[in-house]
Every structure is written in structure tokens, then in C-alpha cells.
């Protein structure tokens, strides 16, 4: 059954390329979530990415409490498309008439195959968009506050596997190079981490190499004998098959939708892996955007934020040990939690920020 509120499949009327646009739940407020431009052997593999990313970043928002609900767009593109500069303005004009279509229920904002730039050319046509460049008023690339908050939830498993949460001399594989793995990679090298590293860009090996990273193929890199595996590119990398060849002791990172299905969870718990959901250890990202866009936050009080994902994974691993559930579980009871008290009580609360739409939220 379909849970979400509203899907939005459109062609769009420039580039010829399908836009589907996913409002999972705006019961905490209007929803936002990332735009991902990426490859798709058929644009219906486009649209279940689109239904789970956007009910990820429902739970996502929900454990960090933030006032919004969760939403996702995707732009399926056909495999071996590229997008020279003025297709992709084009594909960019399409997806931001959808976004003013929907009056302010869902803001988009960077994803896999999206930056700041890209949030520039949609806010030619809609404020309802954040991320754009500092000098055009957003609070700018996304990528390095989830890279930051990816590092609290780290230094929060380290502490849950080892007793402190010093990440130097851990052994950490990160899967994926980009905008995120790459910032993390090089913070967690500045913490002295040892670290394996994998992109399917062979061009990213440069950068392992600079940071004195192992480089590993992407086929290898999952079964490392590593504390941390550390998923930053793309999503259903854990699947039943996988885990029992798994040999790190956890897995956490900011890559969304890691799981192929939700038991992946359980039975990961049944091997002793810890796993950190997804939507937790990469919150840091949104949480910047909505602390700086919507409240206004400075850039103090924004990191204190991000970096207090560290407490958010500690309690969830805490909790789970001492009820005897998995992290997953354990956070999507948190999730619901916040859902059912949004849903109930402040329900006339949630609506008229619904109807108000992004930008309009009360400082908190
Ligand atoms: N950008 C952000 O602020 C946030 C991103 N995320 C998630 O983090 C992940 C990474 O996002 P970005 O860095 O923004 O995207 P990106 O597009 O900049 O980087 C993704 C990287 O993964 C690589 N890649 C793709 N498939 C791979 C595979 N099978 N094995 C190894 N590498 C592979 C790509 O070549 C690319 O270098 C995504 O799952 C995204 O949804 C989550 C929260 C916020
Ligand atoms: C960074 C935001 C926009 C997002 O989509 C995410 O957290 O996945």
C-alpha cells in the first residue's frame, strides 16, 4: 500500500526527462528532502528510490527533531545519459515548476548527483529550496555538515565498541568518494584513523592517495576486516547475502537507504553487528540547512547541533542494549513516537504549517 501523501510523476516539459516527486508525511511540518539526479536502468527503479528516500527523510527528521516532514525528488535519467549544461538547467527548470506546484508542502535540496549550484538555478523559479550558495542566500553545500555529523555518530560507536569515543588508529573502510565520503574521509584522516577507501570514479584514487587510504575495488570493500564500514555512496549495499560475510564489528554512515530490506536490520543484530541507521548518522546536513535557514541559527549553534547527533546515537545504542532491540527498532520507535505526538496533540499545529509552508517556520 502506498503510505506516502502525494507522488508527483511529471516529463518534464524542457529536458523530456521524468521528474517524480515523493511527499512521504507533512505531519511535522512541510516536508523537504534532496534532489538526486542519477542513472536508472528504468525510471520506475527512479520512482521506489523516490518513495523510500522520501520516507527516510520522514524518520530522519523526526529523530532530530526537526520541524519538517520528509519528501524526496528524483530525476530518473536513462543509463549513458549525461547532461551537458544546458540540459541540466533545463532538467533543473523542470523539477523546480513541480517543486512550485506544490505551493510550499516540500523544499528541495542537494542529493546524489545535486550541489548548491543546481539549488541556485531552482531558486530562480522557487523559494522553496535551501543549500543554495551562501552569496545567493542558502546556507550552502549540505556535504560537509553530514560529514561532520557522520563523525559524531562514529565517535558515538566507538565509545558503544571501545569505551571512548577517539576515533585514531580505528580502522575504518568509507564506500564512496563524493561530496560527503570525500570530506569524511579527510576529517576522519585527520583524526588518525586508518582508513580503506573505495569510488566506482577511478579518478577518486587520487584522493586516497593523498589522505595515505588503502584503495580497494567497491566489489571488495564491504567484507573488510575493519571496525567501521562506513556506506557514502548509494543505497541497498546490505543485503541478507552480505551480511554473514560482513567481519566489521559495526556499520555507520550517512548513505541513505543502506538496507535492501528492513530484516537486514535483525539479522545484522544476530551477528553482532551494530548498525546505525542511516537516517540517524546522516542527519547533519538537514540539520545545518533548517538550523541556519529556517531558524536562523548561527554557525555556532548550528555544529553544536550537527555534533550532537553524537548524544542522539548514544542514547539509541543505550536503549537498545537495554531493551534488548536492535538500533533500528529502537530508532524507529523514537520516530514514531514524535510522529504520533505530532500527529495527535499538535496536530492543528502541523497543519497550519503545512498550509504556511517552508520559510514561514517559527523560530525555535
Ligand atoms: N549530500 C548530503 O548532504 C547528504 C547525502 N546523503 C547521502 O550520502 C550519500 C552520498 O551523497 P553525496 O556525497 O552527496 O553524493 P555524491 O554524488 O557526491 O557522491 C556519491 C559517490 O559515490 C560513488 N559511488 C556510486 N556508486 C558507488 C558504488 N557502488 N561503490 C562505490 N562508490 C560509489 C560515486 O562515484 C560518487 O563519488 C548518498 O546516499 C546520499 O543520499 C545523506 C545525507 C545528506
Ligand atoms: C541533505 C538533505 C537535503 C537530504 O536530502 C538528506 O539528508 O538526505
Redesign the pocket.
Known amino acids: 500500500m502506498l503510505d506516502h501523501e502525494e507522488v508527483v510523476i511529471r516529463v518534464g516539459r524542457r529536458s523530456g526527462l521524468p521528474v517524480i516527486l515523493a511527499v512521504h508525511s507533512t505531519v511535522l511540518g512541510p516536508a523537504a528532502g534532496?534532489l538526486?539526479i542519477?542513472h536508472y536502468p528504468d525510471w520506475r527503479d527512479g520512482l521506489t528510490d523516490a518513495l523510500r528516500?522520501s520516507a527516510g527523510m520522514t524518520l530522519?527528521m523526526a529523530v532530530a527533531g526537526l520541524p519538517s516532514g520528509g519528501g524526496k525528488t528524483v530525476v530518473a535519467l536513462p543509463e549513458g545519459t549525461r547532461l551537458g549544461p544546458d540540459r541540466r538547467r533545463a532538467v533543473l527548470q523542470d523539477v523546480a515548476d513541480v517543486i512550485a506546484s506544490l505551493d510550499g508542502t516540500y523544499a528541495t535540496?542537494?542529493?546524489?548527483?545535486?550541489?548548491p549550484a543546481d539549488m541556485a538555478v531552482i531558486g530562480e523559479t522557487t523559494p522553496h529550496v535551501f543549500?543554495r550558495p551562501e552569496e545567493s542566500g542558502g546556507s550552502g553545500?549540505?556535504?560537509p555538515?553530514?560529514?561532520l555529523g557522520t563523525i559524531a555518530a562514529l565517535r558515538a560507536v566507538s565509545r558503544h565498541l571501545h569505551g571512548t569515543p577517539a576515533l585514531d588508529g580505528r580502522r575504518l573502510a568509507v564506500?564512496?568518494?563524493?561530496?560527503?565520503?570525500?570530506?569524511l574521509a579527510r576529517l576522519l584522516a585527520a583524526e588518525g584513523a586508518e582508513l580503506t577507501v573505495?569510488?566506482?570514479?577511478p579518478g577518486?584514487r587520487a584522493t586516497a592517495e593523498a589522505l595515505g587510504a588503502v584503495w580497494r575495488g567497491?566489489e571488495e570493500?564491504l567484507t573488510e576486516d575493519v571496525d567501521v564500514v562506513v556506506?557514502?555512496?548509494?543505497?541497498s549495499?546490505l543485503t541478507r547475502e552480505v551480511v554473514p560475510r560482513l567481519r566489521c564489528k559495526a556499520v555507520a554512515?550517512?548513505?541513505?537507504?543502506q538496507l535492501a530490506t528492513p530484516d537486514v536490520a535483525d539479522l545484522m543484530h544476530r551477528h553482532g553487528i551494530v548498525w546505525v541507521p542511516?537516517y540517524v548518522a546522516?542527519?547533519?546536513?538537514?540539520v545545518n540547512a533548517i538550523s541556519t535557514e529556517l531558524h536562523h541559527a548561527g554557525p555556532g549553534e548550528a555544529r553544536a547541533r550537527v555534533l550532537a547527533i553524537a548524544q542522539t546515537v548514544g542514547e539509541l545504542l543505550d536503549a537498545a542494549a537495554r531493551e534488548g532491540l536492535t538500533p533500528a527498532r529502537a530508532a524507529a520507535e523514537t520516530a514514531r513516537r514524535r510522529l504520533r505526538a505530532a500527529a495527535s496533540g499538535a496536530c492543528g499545529e502541523s497543519a497550519s504549517l503545512a498550509s504556511r509552508g517552508w520559510g514561514h517556520l517559527p523560530r525555535p
Open positions: 534532496g538526486r542519477w528516500l530522519k535540496g542537494p542529493d546524489v548527483g545535486t550541489g543549500c553545500d549540505s556535504s555538515h553530514t560529514a564506500i564512496g568518494l563524493g561530496r560527503v565520503g570525500e570530506h573505495t569510488d566506482i570514479e577518486r567497491p570493500i556506506p557514502a555512496a548509494l543505497g549495499l554512515g550517512p548513505a541513505n537507504n542511516d546522516g542527519a547533519g546536513g538537514v
